[in-house]
Nanobody, 124 residues
Framework: QVQLVESGGGLVQAGGSLRLSCAAS????????MGWFRQAPGKEREIVAA????????HYGDFVKGRFTISRDNAKNTVALQMNSLKPEDTAVYYC?????????????????WGQGTQVTVSS
C-alpha cells in the first residue's frame, strides 16, 4: 500500500502562485504514474496534470496549460504542482493520485491511490 499526503494549499489572490507537494510513504513512487486532480463543491473530480513514472510525458487539463507545471522527484518520493496565474475558478480541493503503470494516466478511474486533498482558494 502507498500513502499520499498533499500539502501547500491555502488562500491566494487571483494572479498569485502556489506550489503543492505530494509526499509518498509505504512504497516508492518509482514505476508509478502520478496525477493531480481537483474537485470543487458540486462538481466531479477532474484532471489537473499527470506525469509518467520517469517524467518523460505529461498531460494537463484544459485551462491549465501554460499556468501549471507538474514535476516529480523519485529520489525524494515526491510530486509537485507549481501553479501560477491562479484564477478564482481554480478554487478546489486538490488531490494527489498514483497508479502503478508505465503509461500516462489521465482518468480518475485509472488511479489506485489517493491523498486526502489540500484546499486551494483563489480570491478575486
Amino acid at each position: 500500500q502507498v500513502q499520499l499526503v498533499e500539502s501547500g494549499g491555502g488562500l491566494v489572490q487571483a494572479g498569485g502562485s502556489l506550489r503543492l507537494s505530494c509526499a509518498a510513504s509505504g512504497r516508492t513512487l518509482s514505476n508509478y504514474a502520478m496525477g493531480w486532480f481537483r474537485q470543487a463543491p458540486g462538481k466531479e473530480r477532474e484532471i489537473v496534470a499527470a506525469i509518467t513514472w520517469n517524467g518523460d510525458r505529461t498531460h494537463y487539463g484544459d485551462f491549465v496549460k501554460g499556468r501549471f507545471t507538474i514535476s516529480r522527484d523519485n529520489a525524494k518520493n515526491t510530486v509537485a504542482l507549481q501553479m501560477n496565474s491562479l484564477k478564482p475558478e481554480d478554487t478546489a480541493v486538490y488531490y494527489c493520485a498514483a497508479n502503478r503503470s508505465y503509461l500516462l494516466r489521465v482518468s480518475r478511474s485509472q488511479y489506485d491511490f489517493w491523498g486526502q486533498g489540500t484546499q486551494v482558494t483563489v480570491s478575486s
